[in-house]
Structure formats: C-alpha cells, structure tokens
C-alpha cells in the first residue's frame, strides 16, 4: 500500500512562485516514477511533470518548461513540485501520482497511486 499526501497549494498573484510537496508513505518508491497532474474546472487533467525516483530524470509538458521544477528528497520520501513564473492559466488542483517502473508516463491512467490533490489559484 502506497499513500500520497500533496501539501503547498494556495493563493498568489500572477508572477509569483509557490511550491509544492508531496509525501510519499508505505514501500520504497526506488523503482517509482512520480508524475505531477493537474485539473481546472471544466477542464480534462493534464500532465505537468514527472521524475523517476532512482535518477531524478526529469521531463516537463512544454507549457511549464523553463518555469516548473520537479525534484526529490530520498531521505523525506518527498517529490518536490516549484512553479515559478505563475500565470493566471496555472490555476488548478495539482495532483501527484505514483507509477511503478523507471520511465516516464504522461497518460494519467497508467498511474497506479494518487493524492487528494491540493488548490493552486493565480489571480492576475
């Protein structure tokens, strides 16, 4: 059994930064890739990011390339999600998701484990 917990959302001005966690619990995530997802109202979920536990190779959707970091913490058992540069289009409900294996996914449903989900609001 695996739980996510994603933390850091909340409400900032357009061009500001925020960062976001997401705690990982249960077994080793050594063989995991960890993908970022989000959702805004009336709109599909898309893929924002993702890292593989073991190397910390990444790969970003082209609309946060050069704004968005993912990284990791193997000690905390924590992916790490820092947007900076936000716009008021980043608004959604970030969600990260675990997906057994070393490569990255950018399809949602080939994601095994999943967080609640936390608010990121962009106001401009």
């Known amino acids: 059994q695996v739980q996510l917990v994603e933390s850091g959302g909340g409400s900032v001005q357009a061009g500001g930064s925020l960062s976001l966690s997401c705690a990982v619990s249960?077994?080793?995530?050594?063989?995991?890739?960890m993908g970022w997802f989000r959702q805004a109202p009336g709109k599909e979920r898309e893929f924002v990011g993702a890292?593989?536990?073991?190397?910390?190779?990444?790969f970003y959707a082209d609309f946060v390339k050069g704004r968005f970091t993912l990284s990791r913490d193997n000690a905390r058992k924590t992916v790490y999600l820092q947007m900076n540069s936000l716009k008021p289009e980043d608004t959604a409900v970030y969600y990260c998701?675990?997906?057994?294996?070393?490569?990255?996914?950018?399809?949602?449903?080939?994601?095994?484990?999943w967080g609640q989900g936390t608010q990121v609001t962009v106001s401009s």
């Open positions: 890292i593989i536990w073991s190397s910390t190779r990444t």
């Open positions: 249960g077994r080793t995530f050594s063989t995991y890739a």
């Open positions: 998701a675990a997906l057994l294996g070393l490569q990255v996914v950018t399809r949602d449903d080939e994601y095994d484990y």
